[in-house]
C-alpha cells in the first residue's frame, strides 16, 4: 500500500519546520504503524509444507527409534 504525501514548503519556512511537519503527517497517515507491524509478520506455512514436514519429522523419529533398538543412536 503506497501513501503519496505531499508537502510545500511556505514562503519563509525553515527547513527544520518543513521535517517537523513531514514528520506529523506521516505520523497521522499510519504509514509507520503499518511498517512496524509488518515488519516481523511471518506467512503462514501452507498444508502441503505443513504434511511433508510432518512425513519427514515421522520418518526422522522413526529412524531414531530404529537406532536405539540397535544400540547405535549418539545424542
Do not use: C, D, P
Request: charged fraction near 35%.
Amino acid at each position: 500500500m503506497a501513501i503519496n504525501i505531499n508537502l510545500k514548503r511556505k514562503e519563509g519556512e525553515s527547513n527544520s519546520s518543513l521535517v517537523y511537519r513531514f514528520t506529523k503527517k506521516l505520523m497521522q497517515s499510519g504509514v509507520v504503524r503499518q511498517a512496524k507491524a509488518k515488519r516481523y509478520h511471518n506467512r503462514a506455512v501452507n498444508r502441503g509444507k505443513r504434511w511433508v514436514s510432518a512425513l519427514h519429522r515421522g520418518e526422522k523419529i522413526e529412524e531414531v527409534r530404529r537406532a536405539k533398538r540397535m544400540g547405535t543412536f549418539k545424542t
